[in-house]
């Protein structure tokens, strides 16, 4: 018993280095013309950039913007830009995509990703 504790102590220790990424909250219901939030944690990645996505029923991921903390502003993908799309961060790892004048086309899936160069690869929830 004490071996295979030792070794699921060891699994866990090794785990422990994964990047987690989380997002809240994990369903938002607006009424047209509010602004909404959607909050991201970056987990153990202290100097990554957020990348936020939208992908719609049926379709693929676009790219919105990509945010860091050192910057003035975000940097946006094909069809979005400020004042419907923007970005801010309130710590290292946590950073919030703002949603201006919701429509019923932004209805879709929001999701965040950053580089782990750790793992040398792109992470999210």
Not at 78 to 106: A, C, M, W
């Amino acid at each position: 018993m004490l071996a295979t504790l030792c070794t699921l102590i060891t699994a866990l220790t090794c785990v422990s280095g994964v990047t987690v990424v989380t997002q809240k909250p994990p369903v938002v219901t607006v009424v047209k013309g509010e602004t909404v939030t959607m909050d991201c944690n970056l987990g153990s990645v202290t100097n990554g950039s957020a990348r936020w996505y939208k992908q719609s029923p049926g379709g693929v991921p676009q790219f919105i913007l990509r945010f860091h903390r050192s910057w003035n502003s975000p940097t946006y993908g094909s069809g979005f830009s400020s004042p419907k799309f923007t970005s801010n961060h309130q710590s290292q790892t946590d950073y919030r995509l703002i949603i201006n004048n919701v429509q019923e086309g932004d209805s879709a899936v929001y999701y965040c990703q950053t580089w782990d160069s750790s793992v040398k690869e792109y992470v999210s929830q």
